[in-house]
């Protein structure tokens, strides 16, 4: 459980301090184009370019994509996410 607060609280601070891309499509472009410093994907996440790439760090999200949209504090389902810049947070050591 412990580390779903740490998951929670890091992405919030990237979320309000850095730059963080929502969505599959996204995510993926994300991975393609370089920026990704790190992938989070949901356990139900339909991408596997994302879930099997070695370009990116990726770390699974103990929960499905609503929980995941949830815990990111947005209104929508989140299946996949790209951290572009982490801001103050310490998302890139989990």
């Known amino acids: ?6 998951i929670g609280k890091a992405l919030k601070a990237a979320i309000s301090t850095g730059k963080v891309e929502f969505g599959t499509a996204q995510t993926e472009k ?4 370089g920026s990704a410093q790190l992938i989070i994907v949901s356990e139900n996440c339909p991408s596997t370019f994302l879930t099997e790439n ?3 760090k990726v ?3 103990k929960g499905n994509n609503m929980e995941l949209g949830a815990v990111c ?4 389902s989140v ?11 310490n998302i890139l050591t989990l």
């Open 79 to 89: 299946a996949a996410l790209a951290v572009i810049d982490k801001g103050t947070s």
């Open 30 to 33: 994300a991975v393609k184009n």
């Open 1 to 6: 459980m412990s580390e779903e607060i740490d």
């Open 59 to 61: 770390r699974v999200f």
């Open 54 to 56: 070695k370009d990116v």
């Open 73 to 76: 504090g947005v209104p929508y």
